[in-house]
């Protein structure tokens, strides 16, 4: 049974940083995505972060330079490092991880649809 448990949530004020965790169990890291998604107060679950096999990352323009993505294979661990957090950023964020489909092109890396598991989320919220 695969289980991913995210944590490192809280509230910070506008320009801080968090890190938040998503451990998994169950599952572990191969070719196939695993990644940080987010779902803001009455939106949409958007991709921000994802690692595919050879541990390349691929960002949103939204976090760009200030998110990165990394993963530690000995405690089959995924990170997610906030920096320079905005009010905007404010959500709940969402571990998932294995594509439902073997192969999927590039274009559809941050496509919360494509994704097999999921965490049950941990809130963030920035303060202005």
């Known amino acids: 049974q695969v289980q991913l448990v995210e944590s490192g949530g809280g509230s910070v004020q506008a320009g801080g940083s968090l890190r938040v965790s998503c451990a998994a169990s169950?599952?572990?890291?191969?070719?196939?995505?695993m990644g940080w998604f987010r779902q803001p107060p009455g939106k949409e679950r958007e991709g921000i972060a994802i690692?595919?096999?050879?541990?390349?990352?691929h960002y949103a323009d939204s976090v760009k330079g200030r998110f990165t993505i990394s993963l530690d294979n000995s405690k089959n661990t995924l990170y997610l490092q906030m920096d320079s957090l905005k009010p905007e950023d404010t959500a709940m964020y969402y571990c998932?991880?294995?594509?439902?489909?073997?192969?999927?092109?590039?274009?559809?890396?941050?496509?919360?649809?494509?994704?097999?598991?999921w965490g049950q989320g941990t809130q963030v919220t920035v303060s202005s």
């Open positions: 998932a991880a294995d594509w439902t489909r073997g192969i999927i092109p590039d274009t559809q890396y941050l496509d919360p649809k494509v994704y097999r598991y």
């Open positions: 169950g599952y572990k890291f191969s070719r196939n995505g």
């Open positions: 690692i595919t096999g050879g541990l390349r990352p």
